[in-house]
Nanobody, 123 residues
Framework: QVQLVESGGGLVQAGGSLRLSCAAS????????MGWFRQAPGKERDFVAS????????YYADSVKGRFTISRDNARNTASLQMNSLKPEDTAVYYC????????????????WGQGTQVTVSS
């Protein structure tokens, strides 16, 4: 069992930046892919970005490409999502996920999920 805890969410103005972190515990995640999804009120949970087990491969949703950067630190059992040039439409609860597939853009392809962290971008 893997436990994931997200942090770093908050309120930011449009054009600003935030950095989300995901810390994994109870098991090393160095052999797993890691990803970020987001869910806005009344909408489905959507893929944002994923990173392969080594960190060499990354994949992004078109809506965040060029603005968001996913990274991981296997020694610390963590993953991060650097979000720049934020827009009001980026407002959502952001979830970290761990799984064995890559790029794995569907929620059903992931094995473990965090509880989420709220990101609110004001206009």
């Amino acid at each position: 069992q893997v436990q994931l805890v997200e942090s770093g969410g908050g309120l930011v103005q449009a054009g600003g930046s935030l950095r989300l972190s995901c810390a994994a515990s109870r098991r090393t995640i160095s052999n797993y892919g890691m990803g970020w999804f987001r869910q806005a009120p009344g909408k489905e949970r959507d893929f944002v970005a994923s990173i392969g087990w080594s960190g060499a491969n990354t994949y992004y949703a078109d809506s965040v490409k060029g603005r968001f950067t996913i990274s991981r630190d296997n020694a610390r059992n963590t993953a991060s999502l650097q979000m720049n040039s934020l827009k009001p439409e980026d407002t959502a609860v952001y979830y970290c996920a761990v799984g064995r597939l890559f790029p794995a853009t569907a929620t059903t392809e992931w094995d473990y999920w965090g509880q989420g962290t709220q990101v609110t971008v004001s206009s």
